[in-house]
């Protein structure tokens, strides 16, 4: 534990003065922020753009810096930007919905477009919209029900994580737990559950309540 403890703050102390250098250079001032106007961004040669910072985006944030990764985060919440701004993240103002926004940032130039909106409607117009803009860019989406993964992936999203199952999951292994189901137990249960929820996604099969028993059988 002391071990690993030890590699995400050498980590931190390694990938903060970074980030913060990118931040510098995405933002052109605060004042843009207090007008609510969309900032001019400098084009960016990061792997991964994060659109969307809220509470999902702040902590994949998060696991980035940690693993040593750039990026750059795209929010339209003033309030947002400022606050995780001030705290050493590049997060950048803009609407996530405009492609002059996204190409201002370096979407073009980006491995992989991550969308954490918090707004199933708007998630799939920008979806549907990043698709054509960016095919050859690998797109990865959260998603809320079964159904509204199925639609992501059809828009052509390269995959979909449907954050209720995922909550879903780890309330099930904590009552599986204190139930005394041993540990591989409930890997195979649950590992066998999420594995049956997201081959449906991934594969575009019909939409069928999932039960524990179809895994078991």
Do not use: W
Not at 69 to 86: F, G, K, N, P
Not at 119 to 135: F, G, H, I, N, R
Not at 151 to 160: K, N, P, Q
Not at 166 to 176: D, F, P
Request: net charge negative; glycine share 8%; proline share 4%.
């Amino acid at each position: 534990m002391f071990q690993q403890l030890l590699l995400i703050v050498l980590l931190s102390m390694l990938v903060t003065p970074l980030l913060a250098y990118l931040a510098q250079r995405l933002i052109k001032s605060e004042g843009a922020l207090e007008t609510q106007e969309p900032e001019p961004a400098m084009e960016s040669n990061t792997p991964i753009v994060l659109a969307g910072f809220g509470r999902v985006g702040h902590r994949i944030g998060e696991i980035l810096s940690l693993s040593g990764y750039t990026y750059v985060a795209l929010d339209s919440d003033a309030a947002i930007v400022e606050r995780e701004r001030a705290n050493g993240f590049p997060v950048f103002y803009g609407d996530v919905r405009n492609p002059e926004v996204l190409k201002s940032i370096g979407a073009e130039h980006a491995k992989v477009i991550l969308v954490t909106v918090n707004d199933p409607e708007a998630t799939e117009k920008l979806v549907a919209s990043l698709c054509t803009s960016y095919p050859h860019r690998k797109i990865f989406v959260r998603g809320h029900s079964l159904t509204q993964c199925l639609e992501l992936r059809s828009l052509g999203a390269d995959g979909a994580v449907s954050e209720y199952v995922e909550v879903s999951i780890e309330l099930a292994r904590m009552a599986l737990d204190n139930v005394g189901v041993s540990e591989q137990e409930q890997k195979t249960v649950l590992g066998g559950f999420r594995d049956k929820y997201y081959a449906e996604i991934n594969n575009g099969l019909s939409v069928e309540k999932i039960k524990i028993q179809d895994i078991q059988t």
